[in-house]
């Protein structure tokens, strides 16, 4: 073990956001930069992981566990109380086994294909001259989307006011300020309308849609073989489809990269030429959005608890140590990762090899039993054909500041990347904007 303090992870996160470890192995007298890092979190022991030999690690569900990993003013906030993130063990297959259920092949193509409509219609309504900012416009259509798929019947309005709330929650749970209290007040106001959707669907008023995720959830038991709780119920319904909103903020990062990376917009918009509309997303288009995926993570790190004593890369790790997964550092590794920050969607058509513990953009390991997220294939459908059609789009680039801040979590392009329909009549010059 080294002998110098070990730094407070907490602070870095909170002051440096995405370069936060970084400033962790800065820290480091010796200046190494080794993949096993002892650091604290809130003051007790903390070790941060990077690598596909710290993903490995950290998704080893022998080693370690999630309960009490994710304080409760984050974790309560983003997944809400009782969710399958905290659970461990029997419990967590079983409740993870209704996620596994939902995401079917199947489903998610009925997801994406409903998305893509939606797309498609949205974009035909824009007239010519109107700023379309892009991530607000995936909200509405994702929500709306992904609320028909679920099989939850509300109007146009109501839908979009229910998306806005779940974006809200995504926005602010992990920052001060505002921004977070307004994701406790959206938290609050989502689960009491989740709560009432589940009780309903129960009572037949009305009934819902058989096999719809909405029927999976109102009816799904636990390990105790008794219908989950209601409220509880209410939370694994959101958590369905409050992540599949957030997926519009990786399609803004999307649209920031149509914009920047011309070449990649024109082969997007060739590809959807080929194959022609409702054919869900191409080649290019899935390579295109897992690059977004890989330089846009969501989060910077994932937190799990030491189940026993185990060594790591020469540091013994003692029970009960927090464990901090790098998502950053393991995404942005140069050693699995070439150039790893060049926008480059070739790595993911064969440019490289892509090594399955470095790509962890939504977690490792096995989505069955461990914490990997099942609905990447939902997340990487979505953010692909939306980008296919963004690019196919006709919109010029009016200016505006498209750099991202690293310091906030979670981030997003400052603009939000504004488009503007162009009109049919009159070709418009692209103004150049800033941010690469």
């Known amino acids: 073990m080294s002998a110098h303090r070990p730094p407070e992870a907490s602070i870095a996160l909170l002051r440096h956001g995405y370069r936060w470890s970084d400033r962790i192995r800065s820290e480091l007298s010796e200046g190494r930069d080794p993949d096993a890092v002892l650091a604290r979190m809130l003051g007790r022991p903390a070790i941060v992981l990077r690598g596909p ?17 994710i304080p409760g003013a984050v974790g309560n906030v983003l997944f809400g109380r009782g969710a399958v993130h905290g659970l461990d ?63 939850i019947q509300c109007p146009a309005e109501e839908a979009d006011r229910i998306a806005r709330r779940m974006a809200a929650i995504v926005d602010g749970f992990a920052v001060l300020g505002p921004a977070n209290l307004e ?81 990649w917009r024109a082969r997007l918009r060739a590809e959807r030429q080929e194959c022609g509309p409702c054919s869900g997303p191409g080649r290019l288009a899935l390579a295109f959005g897992q690059e977004v995926r890989r330089t846009s993570p969501f989060v910077p790190v994932l937190a799990a608890v030491a189940r026993r004593e185990f060594t790591l890369h020469d540091e013994v790790v003692p029970e009960g140590t927090t464990v901090l997964l790098d998502v950053v550092g393991t995404l ?6 070439p150039h790893p920050h060049r926008f480059d969607p070739e790595r993911f058509l064969g440019g490289q090899e892509v090594v399955a513990d470095a790509f962890v953009p939504q977690g490792g390991g096995e989505v069955a039993t461990g914490h990997r997220c099942p609905g990447e294939d939902v997340a990487l459908g979505i953010l692909a054909v939306s980008c296919s059609v963004l690019a196919s789009a ?43």
């Open 53 to 69: 030999d710290g993903v490995r690690a950290f998704t080893d569900t022998d080693l370690v566990r999630r309960r009490g990993a």
């Open 332 to 337: 942005g590794d140069r050693r699995f990762w």
């Open 394 to 436: 006709d919109w010029f680039v009016p200016a505006q500041d498209l750099d991202i801040p690293q310091d906030r979590v979670p981030t997003r392009p400052t603009s939000g990347v504004r488009l503007v329909a162009r009109s049919s009549r009159a070709s418009r010059p692209a103004v150049h904007p800033t941010g690469r």
């Open 183 to 263: 994701a406790r007040r959206s938290r609050r106001r989502s689960d009491a309308w989740a709560a009432r959707v589940i009780h309903c669907a129960r009572r037949g008023e009305p009934a819902a849609r058989r096999g719809s995720l909405l029927d999976l959830v109102a009816w799904w038991r636990d390990t105790d073989g008794h219908l989950l709780p209601v409220r509880t119920a209410a939370v694994e319904l959101q958590n369905v489809l409050r992540p599949t909103i957030a997926v519009a903020r990786l399609v803004g990062f999307g649209a920031r990269e149509l914009v920047l990376a011309r070449d």
């Open 89 to 151: 063990d029997a419990e967590h297959v079983r409740r993870k086994a209704l996620f596994v259920r939902a995401t079917t092949p199947d489903a998610v193509r009925l997801l994406v294909d409903e998305v893509e409509l939606r797309w498609l219609a949205a974009s035909r309504s824009w007239t010519p001259g109107r700023e379309v900012v892009v991530e607000e416009e995936a909200v509405r259509v994702i929500g709306r989307a992904v609320l028909h798929w679920a099989g």
